[in-house]
């Protein structure tokens, strides 16, 4: 699941851990603008010793690139291997 670190964001995200527990799926969080807000999401997932597999920040040129429709990894390489990373983990379900 992809989380934004505001009080929305949090409140989804416990509503969305709650199923996911009852489930009984394995689950990890990626936040998205994880440079801006507070850190009530960092703590929360702490708390609740759930794995934090990814923060992508909050930069105008990613919010310019994907509205017009460009996925981030064709413009930043870097996150290609980030999403790579996280592929894997998932695949091995390393959460």
């Known amino acids: 699941m992809i989380t934004e670190p505001t009080p929305f ?46 923060r992508i920040p909050f930069k105008k040129e990613i919010a310019v690139t994907y509205s017009k429709g460009i996925p981030l990894v064709d413009e930043y390489p870097d996150f290609k291997e980030k999403f790579n990373g996280l592929f894997e983990d998932i695949k091995r379900c390393r959460i």
């Open 9 to 54: 964001g949090l409140y989804d995200l416990t509503l969305a851990v709650e199923v996911l527990r009852k489930l009984k799926i394995p689950f990890g969080v990626v936040v998205n603008r994880s440079d801006i807000g507070d850190d009530k999401v960092y703590n929360y997932c702490e708390k609740e010793d759930i794995p934090i597999m990814m």
